[in-house]
């Protein structure tokens, strides 16, 4: 009876509030559109103040000068280089931890648990000066090992706290079945456990990518050549380059952004479950 | 057993404490250290100076400044993309039609890089042609000019407000959740009992929406105290300083000026900071659990 019944929400008027959200969507929308505008428009039309109106012609230049420019690619190629390999590390050794954390618990390993977690909240800012030191030392400045390395490390905490609360709703009969059969805790953890989290790891492949892209920080500290900028700084850099270039500059923003819109397009259903999930558990 | 799973556990987690401990833990005793020192960031001499950074401190007005403007920003932290958030949340759970392309637009801008937001918004403010002073000038009729990110007076205001529509999705999605908990039949039998619109809200859903509440409450605190990026992007902390935050300040010292002893004191008060207020939130949480779990 209940299910056939529509569900009170609290909505004592539909059609207003159908109003509201396009009022508000549409102005939500609205940075986004300028961008999208202002990459399609000549400079000259946009510094006569025509940016926010509907484009008279489709002006494609400002695509074909970001695209061919050689450092824009150098910029997508080393972000590749970052985000890749930093997201694997990320998530491989957050299946590692949140492993004994679910499967294999010993005395202290909650408040060890805990503190990884923690590590989630605090501002970068903390750890900036003693991780340039170590960095530095080693000879590591300006090339891209140290923004992969940090973000494999600061990555832990989200990682950890998905895979060990994943894994925890795999039945425990399954690894004690598995370890009677003569399966080694590396052949569960591999053979079993990892092909059932598939979701978990979708989730964090989604927002690891996504972070470690859109990051500023990092890129900002360790390196300082050009040919090593990831795409974040290099939009700085050529911001004087294309100083008065504005509908350059819009092209060069939503180039940029292209991988994780298509993230977010293709996987935003793993996207949005994992920011709800990492905000709420932590 | 027990040797057997001793050997699992130190097999598996030492590569992830390991990387852990080197890269985040050791460094964040290290800003200890390094904040009772003067080291420059080039010299391998650096001598301990005791307290000499945390009285600078004391004294240093820009930092009098930015710690009054990281407090702002986590006021309008609270109010702005929490309120937005609700309401926004509360107009979708609606079962209004489209309500999932609704969501996905309101979603978008959390997946843009801060540096994007930073331009974008940048736009809107542009003396000459940006949306902000079109709008105004259309409205009045007269020819309206004014520099948002180059005034002391507006900066900072300016880059909470863009900040705020990117973090808004994030709120929205959270109360989203919280609010699919709530049973549909509980807001009927109100209904029913002759609860009006503004009752069911402020004594059913609000109380119920409590820990979803803790939880965007203490997001949007913790990341403003983030807040970095954005504010480089937009306005570099500027003009005359009208617009540092704590975060910014620290990499102003550290890696402008390289006085990195002194940084580090300033990212051992961001630090303390943060520890009270994730100290705040966990004891909120268990709070609300043991009212509501």
Not at chain 1, 100 to 115: D, E
Not at chain 1, 183 to 200: G, K
Not at chain 1, 251 to 267: E, G, M, R
Not at chain 2, 148 to 166: E, H
């Amino acid at each position: 009876m209940a299910d056939t019944l529509p569900r009170t929400r609290f909505n004592p008027w539909p059609a207003t509030v159908f109003t509201v959200l396009c009022v508000l969507a549409v102005l939500f929308l609205l940075p986004t559109v300028g961008v999208l505008l202002s990459s399609i428009k000549t400079t000259r039309e946009i510094s006569m103040g025509q940016l926010w109106s509907a484009p008279a012609s489709l002006f494609l230049g400002n695509f074909t000068e970001v695209l061919g420019n050689p450092a824009v690619h150098r910029y997508f190629l080393n972000t590749l280089l970052v985000t890749l390999p930093a997201t694997a590390v990320s998530i491989t050794l957050g299946a590692l931890a949140g492993y004994v954390f679910a499967k294999l618990p010993f005395r202290g390993s909650n408040a060890l648990f805990l503190v990884i977690v923690a590590g989630m909240f605090f501002p970068p800012q903390v750890i900036l000066v003693p991780l340039f030191r170590l960095f530095n030392g080693l000879g590591l400045i300006d090339t891209l090992w140290p923004v992969i390395i940090v973000h494999s490390a600061l990555g832990l905490p989200i990682c950890v706290l998905m895979m060990r609360n994943f894994f925890a709703t795999v039945p425990n009969a399954l690894r004690e079945a598995a370890i009677m059969e003569g399966a080694s805790e590396w052949q569960v953890l591999t053979r079993v456990v990892l092909p059932l989290s598939l979701p978990a790891l979708a989730v964090l492949a989604t927002l690891q990518f996504t972070w470690i892209w859109n990051d500023f920080l990092w890129p900002l500290i360790f390196t300082q050549s050009d040919t090593k900028r990831t795409i974040m700084i290099g939009i700085v850099n050529l911001k004087g380059q294309y100083s008065v270039a504005w509908g350059v500059q819009g092209a060069l923003s939503l180039v940029a952004s292209l991988p994780t819109l298509l993230v977010f397009l293709f996987f935003q259903r793993f996207f949005i479950k994992g920011m709800t999930m990492g905000a709420v558990k932590g | 057993m027990e040797q057997h799973n001793r050997f699992w556990r130190i097999a598996l987690l030492s590569l992830p404490l390991g990387v852990f401990g080197l890269f985040v833990i050791w460094p964040l005793f290290s800003s200890f250290y390094y904040s009772f020192t003067n080291w420059n960031g080039f010299d391998a001499n650096y001598s301990y100076v005791g307290f000499d950074n945390f009285a600078k401190i004391a004294t240093d007005r820009l930092f009098l400044q930015a710690a009054v403007n990281t407090t702002i920003w986590m006021i309008a932290a609270i109010v702005l993309p929490t309120a937005l958030g609700l309401m926004l949340a509360l107009l979708l759970d609606s079962r209004v039609a489209g309500a999932r392309v609704f969501k996905s637009i309101f979603y978008l801008p959390i997946c843009l890089s801060a540096v994007i937001v930073g331009q974008i918004w940048t736009w809107i403010y542009q003396p000459d042609w940006g949306l902000l002073n079109t709008v105004i000038t259309q409205a009045t009729g007269e020819k309206f000019k004014y520099a948002w990110l180059a005034k002391p007076d507006t900066a900072l205001w300016s880059v909470i407000v863009a900040w705020s529509w990117q973090q808004t999705g994030l709120s929205m999605v959270i109360y989203l959740a919280g609010l699919t908990a709530i049973p549909g039949d509980l807001l009927e039998v109100c209904e029913i009992e002759g609860a009006s619109p503004w009752q069911r809200f402020r004594r059913v859903v609000l109380p119920l929406l409590a820990p979803s509440t803790v939880v965007v409450v203490a997001l949007s605190v913790i990341n403003s105290l983030k807040g970095f990026d954005i504010l480089y992007i937009m306005t570099g902390g500027g003009p005359f300083n009208s617009s540092d935050t704590l975060a910014m300040h620290m990499y102003n010292e550290s890696f402008k000026k390289y006085l990195m002893g002194y940084g580090s004191a300033i990212s051992v008060v961001l630090f303390l900071i943060a520890l009270a207020i994730i100290g705040l939130y966990f004891r909120q949480l268990r709070k609300v659990d043991r009212i509501y779990g």
